[in-house]
Nanobody, 123 residues
Framework: QVPLVESGGGLVQPGGSLRLSCAASRNIFGLNNMGWYRQTPGKERELVAEISSGGSTNYADSGKARFTISRDNARNTVYLQMNSLKPEDTAVYYC?????????????????WGQGTQVTVSS
């Protein structure tokens, strides 16, 4: 079972907006930090933004003032609103979460990942 499922990627023109969503699977009940990363061919995966269970946020410089991360704890879902998109934002975007409790586990957090969603910014 895929632990995290992303949606909302696609093709957008420069200056446009996209909203990514990521929902945890139904057997995951406890989550600490959730976040969004991105990766382009030949480069390491890099942090875009992260949010704690209490709502504290952290952004990479590349997304500050343009991206907003939020979460719905009741739905175990995290969002990334991306505005004023640039061609250099083109990447596969991955959702991550630090899991503390599932239907079969309760203990120190471990990180899980989604399968990724492609974001392409091009005219």
């Amino acid at each position: 079972q895929v632990p995290l499922v992303e949606s909302g990627g696609g093709l957008v023109q420069p200056g446009g907006s996209l909203r990514l969503s990521c929902a945890a699977s139904r057997n995951i009940f406890g989550l600490n930090n959730m976040g969004w990363y991105r990766q382009t061919p030949g480069k390491e995966r890099e942090l875009v933004a992260e949010i704690s269970s209490g709502g504290s946020t952290n952004y990479a410089d590349s997304g500050k003032a343009r991206f907003t991360i939020s979460r719905d704890n009741a739905r175990n879902t995290v969002y990334l609103q991306m505005n004023s998109l640039k061609p250099e934002d083109t990447a596969v975007y991955y959702c991550s979460a630090d899991v503390t409790r599932t239907s079969h586990y309760s203990g120190p957090p471990f990180k899980v990942w989604g399968q990724g969603t492609q974001v392409t910014v091009s005219s």
